[in-house]
């Protein structure tokens, strides 16, 4: 059974800083794609960030040179560290893999319960 647990989230000053984690049970990241999402009330969910198994990583532009997604093979651990923050970046975030479980040989879409981060103006 794949797990992600996401952790970090909470109530920041605008300019503030905050590190999200998601930690993976029952699939192995560093041969799937992490991604990180949000969704403030009454919009749609968007991908903020992703890193693939190449580490090679994307952003939206809005969070660009504010935003860093990296993972921790060893602790099967993605974080997306959050600087400068500002109000317009309060919402839930999600952690979501994409890739197959550990005893599954299919493909399946994987989210976490999603971890609320509010900034404050």
Not at 97 to 121: A, F, H, I, K
Request: with cysteine.
């Amino acid at each position: 059974q794949v797990q992600l647990v996401e952790s970090g989230g909470g109530l920041v000053q605008a300019g503030g800083s905050l590190r999200l984690s998601c930690v993976g049970s029952g699939i192995t990241f560093k041969i799937n794609a992490i991604s990180w999402h949000r969704q403030a009330p009454g919009k749609q969910r968007e991908l903020v960030a992703s890193i693939d198994s190449g580490d090679n990583t994307n952003y939206v532009d809005s969070v660009k040179g504010r935003f860093i997604i990296s993972r921790d093979n060893a602790k099967n651990t993605v974080t997306l560290q959050m600087n400068s923050l500002k109000p317009e970046d309060t919402a839930v975030y999600y952690c979501c893999v994409v890739g197959r479980p550990d005893v599954s040989p299919y493909t399946s879409q994987y989210w976490g319960q999603g971890t609320q981060v509010t900034v404050s103006s």
